[in-house]
């Protein structure tokens, strides 16, 4: 059974640093990885997807990379901003599912001005 | 930009009583989910809807869970008997293919 996990549990930074996100699964065989952000009480934006065949995909200061065989991936943040103080969430697209998405519990990352 | 969007967005409800919680997914997309978060816990899949159907359902769907494509466009979680346990974030998602997956901004129910 696919478990997704993600450490720290919460993150504070401050402002201007780089920082990295992990995220580990169990199970190698994914179809893709997806990155996404939740504000409190919010809906889930998305802010990257890697499919299973890719090393890392950008967006603006955004790098995800994925290292499938060991079962981690990581979001990289450049030049934190507080705008940036969100949950981040992993969710994975497991090999035997076409259909659902499994998430992990979420960074809580907090930004110091 | 197209957007899932969802109503209401916020339910309050008695124990027992029928909920029908409203989404309309992005128009050219095909797959159609709905998933939930209670608070302080994981986002949790329910189910999946591709060509009329259910394609896959969780443990937690069960009898009590329908979800229906009426017109084309809407896209409906029901719960016929709801219970305190209920009480969660309902996310709404669409997405073309396996690909990615758009988040509506969720109905938050609350059972009473």
């Known amino acids: 059974k696919q478990e997704v996990t993600q450490i720290p549990a919460a993150l504070s930074v401050p402002e201007g640093e780089n920082l990295v996100l992990n995220c580990s699964f169990t199970?190698?065989?994914?179809?893709?990885l997806q990155w996404f952000r939740q504000d409190p009480g919010k809906g889930l934006t998305s802010l990257l997807l890697?499919?299973?065949?890719?090393r890392e995909q950008t967006s603006g200061r955004l790098n995800a990379s994925l290292d499938k065989s060991s079962g981690r991936s990581t979001l990289y943040i450049a030049a934190s901003q507080p705008g940036d103080s969100a949950t981040y969430l992993c969710?994975?697209?497991?090999?035997?599912?076409?259909?659902?998405?499994?998430f992990g519990s979420g960074t809580r990352l907090s930004i110091r001005p | 930009e197209p957007e899932v969007t969802q109503t209401p967005s916020h339910q309050v409800t008695q124990m027992g009583q029928e909920v029908i919680l409203r989404c309309v997914p992005i128009?050219?997309?095909?797959?159609f989910y709905w998933y939930r978060q209670i608070l302080g816990q994981k986002v949790e899949f329910l189910v999946s809807?591709?060509?009329?159907?259910?394609?896959?359902k969780s443990e937690i769907f069960d009898d009590q869970f329908s979800v229906e494509r009426p017109d084309g466009s809407n896209f409906t979680l029901k719960i016929r008997s709801t219970k305190l346990e209920d009480s969660a974030m309902y996310f709404c998602?669409?997405?073309?293919?396996?690909?990615?997956?758009?988040f509506g901004p969720g109905t938050r129910l609350t059972v009473l």
């Open positions: 998602a669409s997405t073309v293919s396996y690909n990615e997956q758009f």
């Open positions: 199970d190698s065989a994914i179809y893709n």
């Open positions: 890697i499919q299973s065949s890719q």
């Open positions: 969710a994975v697209r497991p090999g035997s599912s076409a259909s659902k998405i499994i």
């Open positions: 128009s050219n997309h095909l797959y």
């Open positions: 809807f591709y060509n009329n159907e259910i394609s896959e």
